[in-house]
């Protein structure tokens, strides 16, 4: 291995002597925008609540943590099949699910300046425990005996209206040319239901048998009254699901081991740190739930909060829909030949409340033994938006830019997102590497001319050593 050209000699720091900075969910929301990872959406319009727009950076973050999802839950597994359904779904579909009747939001109205709160959550903030489960009746009990606790948030007052629902579902018109809103359509309010609309087509099809499940990763709208805390709660979100089809009363093992698989795949393919994830289980579960337990991750500012669910749904969801659509949805078991409706355990993450765990566990910022602070991304590298960025020592020199040229392009035709970066001088490329997480710096010199190595810096360690190009792109 060759020694460093002296022009990198000093660029690196001891680690051991770094102090790192707490962080606040303000610091992701201004660095997700300033580093091109997550925009407003509509920014140029002044924005819109509860929308976002990936950025490039944010793009290639996001669908690596789809594929690492995906590779974990079908391609790894001999027992997991994947489906993309449509978002538009027959109106009864909704009827079945239960979303055109009970998918609802608990609003009060201050009687003073109207604005509406979410009941719900204001008592969750005072310790009471109230979710979409409770009955307006039950809620409006829990909302009585703490009204004197809770102030409009806008004007302060605490007169507020009774509690009522409000329906999440957004109504949209799709073939329906009267202008009369006869047949009423909606946006998905969850991305699961194609899958168990989609459950007889993957028997008949496919070579499966239960216990057998299926995956997906679509997109679903809720009319939040309230949007808030960036691409936590949302109006436009994406859901990565699967849905595991057991036969009846054979669900306590599959669904332990899904809940310890789940786990894992934090840990071990996000690479979060596990000090910030914890196991949160359902005390009012709906009628038809076994178990409901929660993976919450302790975000900025906001603390532990739900970024998946993995529940035990018995057989409500293929029977409803039975019921619903009048097709008979049991399975028949080629074994025991009985027919019966399989028993479904469910795992479900907002990949939108991932993307900000994944991005607030890698958000680092260091303090240098010089008292300079260094910003860093510390993804995995499997994850990180850019692979490696590649420079020339210098700009003006139109060999080495060749050279780097040739490099850059064989890394690209590789690895698909590698960065050209040649602005600034070598310091300020790798402070803006290690900010977006690039895990490599690649800087072709003068010695490259003359013995095809490179300079390879690490992100996280700061290291740098020189190695052969034949070497690096055989990585």
Known sequence: MSKL?????????NISNMQEKKIQLEDIVSFAKRRGFV?????????????????PNGVELLNNIKKAWWKANVYERDDFVGIDSAMFKHPRVWEASGHVGGFSDPLAECRNCHHRIRVDKELNILGVEADEKLNEEQINKLFDEHRDEIKCPVCGHKDFTAAKGFNLLVKSNL??????????????????????????????????????????????????ISPRNFLFRT????????????????????????KQRRWDWYVNDLGIKQENLKWHQHENLVFYASDAWDIEYNYPSLGFDEVEGVHDRTDYDLTQHMKFSGVDLRYHDPVTNEKYIPWILETSMGMGRCFLAVLADAYTVETLPSGETRTVLKLKPELAPVKYAVSPLLKNKPELVEKAREVFMALKKKHGNVMWDDNGNIGKRYRRQDEIGTPYCVVIDFDTLEDDTVTIRDRDTTEQVREKITTLLAR
Do not use: W
């Open 175 to 224: 073939g329906d040319f009267t202008g009369e809103g006869k047949r009423p359509v909606y946006l998905p309010g969850e991305a699961c239901q194609g899958i168990y609309l989609n459950f007889k087509n993957v028997v008949d099809t496919m070579p499966v048998k239960i216990p057998f499940g299926i995956a997906q990763i679509g997109k679903a709208f809720r009319n939040e």
């Open 5 to 13: 050209h002296p022009c990198f000699v000093g660029i690196c720091y």
């Open 39 to 55: 925009y407003p959406g509509s920014d140029i319009y002044g924005g819109e609540a509860g929308l976002y727009d990936f950025g």
């Open 235 to 258: 109006r436009e979100l994406e859901q990565a699901d699967t849905q595991y089809f057991v036969a009846p009363h054979k669900n306590k093992e599959a669904f332990e081991h899904i």
